[in-house]
């Protein structure tokens, strides 16, 4: 292996890529560390907030409060959330000089979470606005938090397993 006109061993071109890999595997364990704790929590607590929300949006009658209300509600917190979101990657960015990811995770969790989160957090609604029975939006955003909370103990587990 030649590089910049030198001519490697070929335990120089291992020892090169071995250094290469492991570069690698620092990015990756960089990019699996948890999100920080205060964002964690936003996180947790936005996703709680979440099927109560729809609910109130969804309901046939005003519940609780006016659906314009809730619809207030909803721009409100997702404001706050997306404004929270830039501020902790950003931070995360500037402090280790890579992005915080979801693809580190493993599939056969992720793909459930993207695809499971949305049903139940609408769904709940829906079931909601049919029976008139908050216990479908109360359960939902206790499964939110249960959720989020999980996907926080696995991106820190994954985190130790590659550091």
């Known amino acids: 292996m030649e590089t910049n006109g030198v001519r ?45 929300t729809y609910g109130g949006i969804m309901a046939d009658t005003d519940w609780l409060l006016p659906r314009l209300a ?11 959330y997306g404004a929270l979101l830039a501020v902790a990657a950003k931070g995360w960015r500037d402090r280790t000089g890579v992005a ?22 609408v769904g709940s609604a829906l079931a909601f606005r049919v029976t008139g029975r908050p216990v479908w939006l109360i359960a939902a955003s206790l499964i939110g938090v249960a959720v989020s909370v999980g996907f926080h103990l696995a991106f820190v587990r994954l985190h130790r397993k590659t550091t």
Do not use: C, H, N
């Open 8 to 52: 490697l061993t070929p335990e120089q071109a291992r020892a090169a890529l071995a250094d290469t890999e492991q570069v690698r595997a620092s990015a990756a364990a960089l990019s699996a560390t948890p999100w920080p704790t205060w964002f964690f929590i936003a996180l947790t607590l936005y996703i709680a907030a979440l099927p109560i």
């Open 100 to 121: 915080l990811r979801l693809d580190v995770l493993p599939k056969r969790a992720a793909v459930p979470l993207m695809a499971g989160l949305p049903v139940l957090l």
């Open 70 to 80: 809730w619809v207030g509600v909803m721009l409100a917190i997702t404001a706050v």
